[in-house]
């Protein structure tokens, strides 16, 4: 009897949607191009009406409470379970084809309605208030939150985390298409989805979900971050209208709205972050206690590397899940909320750089890490932080700072402790007795001396408009790594690497500069510079070799035998010489032509009636 109320119940709360989801997957399976369905107004009730009930399910089980029936809490739940996996690859399917919108080249073969509705998204701010209950446009932002909303509560029920969701089909239904969303939504995608996957996926799946995620997430990331946070920070405003969406109304407004887009996905990504650096160690972890420097000068190399691989936080690094660390990717401290959540991944870098001794890491923390969080803590420094903490204040939370303050206070003196005082990982100083103080006399120092820069007069003739301290101080950080770069870039032979693959060009680094720079990928931002060093060097060296080559073949047209006379046909000559020696990769039958209408233009034309034979003689003797 209670087997049949149990059955009896369970079909009454699924009928109707079984009903639903039968014939969404009907029209599913038989649609070419699934978009097309969304301009039916039957599908997407149905279909959303699907993805909303089981996400208000989902979230009765993460509460605890999937049902006021108690006595069938068991059976609901199994029953629940049993149908997410249909449930999910709907949602993948719906939102792979609704990321797909966005792609530009997708605009011009969409039914008209439907490409109509998007112009409309994209002109749109978040507000859906102008959008009617039943259109296209409303349903798109709806089918996209709750089907995010859905697989992070997936994510997070304790036990199907492994059976319900798979790897491969997630990252190519939501990361897929990255490139072509605007700032909303990839925050809201880091949000619901990402940050749920990484706090509660088990440990032993932990390292692939990251590799199958995070790596075209922060390379995205970066782009839209590194650059709206260097616009605004030194222009006064983020730009990137296509990633921010082209806003209506005043500039006023508009310039508004992207630095709110701008700080909401600085501070899902400095969440995800923080996410990451609390997350369990993929395996054993090796600790690194950073209050004693010795502990870290003890590790066996073999305990470093292990430390770096393990840590969530050393993974990532590991397998280049970042395109380039850079301070733009938290904001530059600017945001409190923001700052608060990325501090912790800061702290695990400058730990993995002290237990693996990363040269790459190291140079990061100290020029970059550092100076940003000496220059946060600096509140009357005349910087581009501070100016834009006091310009953003109405959008900022004022607590928030003063304990991001705090935060940074512990970052900095960490930083100093293993990174400063003991900058070569030596045994601790005997005589260190009062190391608070000490690194107070040391920020104090480095305050003064900011102070000092920012006060330097401009060197004379240079535009004042253009002079920032700010830079000067970074370039003069940056010099030397600059100059390593000139070094190795004039010893390659440029021509041969001039139309190389990005990978093929890392391999012909001299080992010993990889090393000393930390370049392990050709994703790394000095390989972009090499790769511009090299393309501004193309033309001057190919014109070298085009000289010296043109020299070779005049030399032997005119050591010729036979020789070559003016009435010859100026083909043969160009037949000969193309036989006689290969032609070089990096030159063509016209450098070719170019030599022999040289030949003939010039040395026979003018030479060859009186002179022509001493002059092979004379030339073949020199040879």
């Known amino acids: 009897m209670s087997s049949f109320i149990e059955k009896s119940w369970c079909h009454q709360q699924y009928g109707h949607l079984l009903c639903k989801l039968k014939s969404v997957w009907f029209h599913t399976e038989r649609a070419a191009r699934l978009e097309c369905l969304f301009c039916y107004d039957k599908f997407r009730k149905d279909a959303l009406d699907i993805v909303a009930f089981f996400e208000e399910e989902l979230k009765k089980c993460k509460d605890g409470n999937p049902t006021t029936f108690q006595i069938y809490q068991r059976s609901y739940l199994s029953t629940l379970i049993s149908l997410m996996p249909t449930i999910i690859h709907l949602v993948l399917e719906l939102l792979r084809s609704v990321h797909a919108l966005w792609k530009d080249d997708t605009m011009v073969t969409l039914p008209e309605v439907l490409a109509e509705e998007i112009r409309k998204l994209k002109l749109q701010d978040t507000d859906l208030s102008e959008f009617k209950e039943n259109d296209i446009a409303h349903w798109l932002q709806l089918i996209r939150e709750r ?3 859905l697989l992070g509560l997936c994510a997070a029920i304790e036990g199907p985390f492994c059976e319900l969701l798979d790897s491969s089909s997630v990252s190519d239904a939501i990361i897929e298409d990255l490139g072509c969303m605007e700032s909303r939504h990839v925050s809201k995608l880091i949000d619901l989805v990402i940050i749920p996957l990484m706090k509660y996926c088990p440990s032993k799946r932990l390292g692939e979900w990251i590799l199958k ?4 997430l922060f390379i995205y990331c970066e782009d839209i971050l590194c650059g709206a946070w260097f616009n605004l920070l030194n222009k006064g405003r983020a730009g990137y209208p296509y990633y921010f969406g082209y806003l209506r109304g005043s500039q006023r407004s508009a310039k508004k709205l992207e630095e709110c887009l701008l700080l909401d996905l600085t501070r899902k990504v400095s969440k995800l972050l923080g996410v990451l650096a609390s997350s369990k160690p993929i395996g054993a972890l090796t600790c690194v206690d950073l209050q004693s420097v010795s502990t870290a000068k ?5 305990d470093s590397k292990r430390a770096s691989s393990n840590s969530v936080i050393g993974y990532t690094l590991h397998n280049d899940c970042f395109g380039m660390l850079n301070m733009n990717l938290f904001g530059s401290w600017v945001d409190g909320e923001a700052t608060r959540d990325a501090v912790p991944f800061c702290r695990a870098l400058v730990q993995v750089a002290v237990a693996t001794q990363n040269s790459k890491l190291r140079r990061f923390i100290l020029h970059d890490m550092l ?3 000496i220059k946060r803590l600096c509140t009357d420094l005349p910087c ?3 100016r834009t903490i006091k310009k953003l204040s109405c959008q900022l939370n004022s607590s928030k700072s003063q304990k991001a303050s705090k935060d940074l206070w512990i970052l900095c003196q960490e930083i100093y402790a293993v990174h400063i005082q003991n900058q070569d990982f030596t045994a601790e100083n005997p005589g260190n007795v009062n190391r608070r103080g000490q690194f107070k006399d040391w920020l104090a120092r480095q305050k003064k001396e900011l102070f000092a820069k920012a006060s330097y007069d ?3 003739g240079f535009p004042s408009d253009l002079w920032n301290w700010e830079f000067e101080d970074e370039f003069q950080r940056y010099l030397p790594t600059y100059i390593d770069i000139l070094y190795e870039v004039d010893a390659m032979d440029c021509p041969e690497y001039g139309c190389s693959r990005s990978s093929t060009l890392l391999e012909k680094l001299r080992p010993e500069f990889r090393l000393k720079h930390g370049i392990n990928s050709f994703r790394d931002r000095h390989m972009w510079t090499i790769n511009d060093m090299i393309k501004r060097k193309l033309p001057a060296e190919y014109s070298k070799r085009r000289s010296r080559q043109m020299d070779k073949w005049l030399c032997k047209l005119i050591s010729s035998k036979p020789y070559f006379k003016h009435s010859d046909e100026r083909q043969s000559a160009m037949t000969w010489l193309m036989e006689d020696s290969p032609l070089d990769a ?9 030599a022999v209408d040289i030949f003939y233009n010039t040395i026979l034309f003018y030479l060859e ?3 022509h034979p001493l002059i092979r003689e004379v030339k073949r003797t020199s040879l």
């Open 147 to 149: 089907g995010y909303n």
């Open 213 to 216: 995620l995070l790596p075209p």
């Open 298 to 302: 003890a590790a066996s190399s073999r």
């Open 371 to 373: 100076p940003a969080t």
């Open 384 to 386: 581009a932080v501070q």
């Open 458 to 460: 401009i060197p004379v």
């Open 586 to 594: 990096n030159l063509s039958e016209l450098d070719v032509q170019d």
């Open 609 to 611: 009636p009186q002179f």
